[in-house]
């Protein structure tokens, strides 16, 4: 019986394709709309997670001053660290992997004829480690280097392409204004951060070649601490907020001159914004299958209209009013869910090519596809229920007489 019924309802709608295709164009539309939208919206919150897992793992950053407060974005300035609380943090904190005293400055790289402006980091080789940055070629800082301050560098992709091309940089010296230094590596390509910096477009140099020849102080600009794998990085940052009061003599009730940013705590804050923005835009699109649902409605009252007489010869041969409810009830339903079908199709075909254009991962949810099919499904069930209702209750006399 249901079978019969369903080759009916695909009869009918095959009588009038065109018709039937702009009934469903709302169903497709909608469910296309929001399987695009979510899936995008997947794929920003995994690039971000990317990005920021670039920047280091289990990364903590200590840095001198209140961060951005108060009117304005204005940042508070406080006396700058020193080598010895990086090495304090390193001595007296628990569950600490490697911890890296950053000094950074700007300079203009020069070989022969060409230079490029780049960022020169000064730290240790702890700093690859905090950020989880391995070499491609070369070596990193012997500990002669790293205590004399020796001018030897390591190059990111981006200074090694704009200098020496195709050439092997290693055992070339570059300057880096005043400091003159021989190149013993070249890191591995981490690409651009979420916040649109190139990561390598860098120079690293040991902390203290920095200070000696560039930044001419021994000032230590901030700490990069990576915790071990099973540590509360929370925990660590409390850890770390005592040490550094301590050190600092600051007293009790008075405000930090520093501050320290657990990396997870961005992740967790900009995925979360994600999110949101997802599930709003996927709300939006939903918005389009109510409108296809109506559409739907709006056909099947003319499609009854138009069968009138049709209802009335089979209610009046003995069909049951239950069997005609059931005949456009799954007429509707096999209308939004080719709709749903359809729109499925088009959601993910829409959805690889913006990942593609947009530069961001196709992240394949099948909770949202089954979740857009079954609520195209149920559009068709909701408003085709009252025109076929309204067909099943006809008055066979009334339908027969019907022009």
């Given at each position: 019986?249901?079978?019969?019924?369903?080759?009916?309802?695909?009869?009918?709608?095959?009588?009038?394709?065109?018709?039937?295709?702009?009934?469903?164009?709302?169903?497709?539309?909608?469910?296309?709309?929001?399987?695009?939208?979510?899936?995008?919206?997947?794929?920003?919150?995994?690039?971000?997670?990317?990005?920021?897992?670039?920047?280091?793992?289990?990364?903590?950053?200590?840095?001198?001053?209140?961060?951005?407060?108060?009117?304005?974005?204005?940042?508070?300035?406080?006396?700058?660290?020193?080598?010895?609380?990086?090495?304090?943090?390193?001595?007296?904190?628990?569950?600490?992997?490697?911890?890296?005293?950053?000094?950074?400055?700007?300079?203009?790289?020069?070989?022969?004829?060409?230079?490029?402006?780049?960022?020169?980091?000064?730290?240790?080789?702890?700093?690859?480690?905090?950020?989880?940055?391995?070499?491609?070629?070369?070596?990193?800082?012997?500990?002669?280097?790293?205590?004399?301050?020796r001018a030897v560098c390591i190059l990111g992709t981006t200074v090694v392409k704009e200098l020496f091309g195709d050439q092997d940089p290693l055992g070339a010296f570059i300057r880096l204004d005043r400091l003159s230094c021989q190149v013993v590596g070249v890191l591995s390509s981490k690409g651009q951060s979420s916040f649109g910096q190139d990561q390598d477009n860098m120079v690293l140099v040991p902390l203290r070649a920095l200070q000696r020849r560039i930044a001419g102080n021994t000032d230590v600009e901030a700490v990069m601490v990576s915790a071990m794998d099973g540590v509360s990085t929370e925990a660590l940052r409390e850890d770390i907020?005592?040490?550094?009061?301590?050190?600092?003599?600051?007293?009790?009730g008075r405000d930090d001159d520093f501050h320290v940013r657990d990396m997870e705590e961005i992740v967790s804050a900009l995925t979360s914004t994600t999110r949101v923005l997802t599930a709003l835009l996927g709300a939006v699109a939903a918005v389009s299958l109510l409108v296809g649902g109506i559409g739907i409605m709006n056909i099947m009252l003319v499609s009854v209209t138009e069968r009138t007489r049709e209802i009335g010869t089979r209610l009046a041969i003995g069909a049951?009013?239950?069997?005609?409810?059931?005949?456009?009830?799954?007429?509707?339903?096999?209308?939004?869910?080719?709709?749903?079908?359809?729109?499925?199709?088009?959601?993910?075909?829409?959805?690889?090519?913006?990942?593609?254009?947009?530069?961001?991962?196709?992240?394949?949810?099948?909770?949202?596809?089954?979740?857009?099919?079954?609520f195209s499904a149920s559009v068709g069930v909701v408003f085709g229920f009252f025109p076929a209702r309204q067909a099943a209750r006809m008055d066979p006399i009334e339908a027969l007489r019907h022009e």
């Open positions: 019986m249901i079978w019969e019924t369903f080759v009916l309802a695909l009869r009918a709608i095959r009588r009038n394709v065109l018709r039937s295709f702009l009934t469903i164009l709302g169903i497709v539309i909608g469910v296309a709309a929001v399987i695009t939208m979510v899936t995008l919206g997947d794929g920003a919150t995994e690039q971000v997670r990317a990005d920021i897992s670039s920047l280091g793992s289990n990364m903590l950053q200590v840095r001198p001053g209140q961060g951005f407060r108060g009117p304005g974005g204005v940042r508070i300035p406080s006396e700058r660290f020193k080598i010895s609380d990086a090495q304090a943090i390193e001595r007296e904190i628990a569950g600490l992997q490697a911890v890296a005293p950053t000094a950074n400055r700007s300079a203009q790289a020069i070989i022969g004829n060409r230079n490029w402006p780049t960022s020169v980091m000064g730290s240790t080789n702890d700093y690859l480690r905090v950020r989880d940055w391995p070499l491609e070629h070369g070596r990193v800082f012997t500990e002669g280097e790293l205590h004399s301050g907020e005592r040490l550094m009061r301590e050190r600092r003599r600051i007293a009790q049951r009013e239950k069997e005609v409810l059931m005949q456009f009830l799954i007429e509707a339903v096999v209308l939004s869910s080719l709709g749903g079908i359809f729109g499925i199709a088009l959601g993910l075909g829409a959805a690889a090519l913006g990942a593609h254009l947009l530069g961001v991962p196709f992240v394949f949810n099948p909770g949202i596809v089954v979740l857009a099919f079954v």
